[in-house]
């Protein structure tokens, strides 16, 4: 995703738009909803120089696809993602000399607008995508879909309780042993 900026030269003031559907490039999402890797990403771009190099700004109209974070049912959806980046020239004696953010630079009167384009619409997205807000999941048991059957549930009986299950049944049969031996004694 390369753009010439040649024609804006270093005039500023000087702009220019584009309208353009690409291909999106790999990588355009996180663990369960991205963009796929060549489907249509329609821009629409206002590149403008100013003194310190190119201003690109405008917006990116994308379909996200992905899997809800609950019940793992498939996501379509379409995102608009706003961008605004200043590219620098190069030899400006204004790029910014700063370690903890990347500065984007015009290299041979072009720009690069892929990581640009990566970091805003990556940072769009949901990190725990929904099909929907009220969304059940899935049973942590069975794995069965809860939106199909909201009363689904197990008997679940907590493991500490366990080792007292099998007093209840030795007490119980103590019960009924001592009640036949005092019948017995009573008959006697």
């Keep these: ?33 991205g963009v796929q890797e060549g489907s249509d990403m329609e821009l629409d771009l206002r ?58 630079t015009v290299e041979d009167d072009a720009i690069d607008l892929e990581p640009v384009l990566r970091d805003a619409v990556v940072t769009s997205l949901p990190f725990q995508p929904v099909c929907r807000e009220d969304c059940k999941g899935l049973c942590s048991e069975c794995g069965e879909q809860l939106n199909d059957d909201p009363d689904h549930h197990h008997e679940v009986l907590d493991p500490r309780w366990s080792a007292l299950a099998g007093l209840t049944g030795t007490a119980a049969e103590n019960d009924a042993a001592n009640k036949s031996e005092s019948d017995e004694r009573e008959e006697s």
């Design 1 to 33: 995703m390369t753009f010439n900026v040649r024609d804006l030269g270093r005039s500023p003031g000087s702009m220019r738009t584009i309208e353009e559907h690409v291909p999106a490039p790999k990588d355009f999402g996180v663990a369960l909803v």
């Design 47 to 104: 590149f403008e120089s100013v003194h310190e190099g190119i201003l690109v700004s405008g917006t990116a109209h994308l379909e996200v696809t992905g899997e809800c974070g609950r019940c793992l049912e498939p996501l379509h959806f379409e995102r608009d993602v706003d961008l605004q980046e200043l590219f620098f020239y190069s030899d400006s004696e204004s790029l910014p000399v700063e370690d903890d953010e990347e500065q984007y």
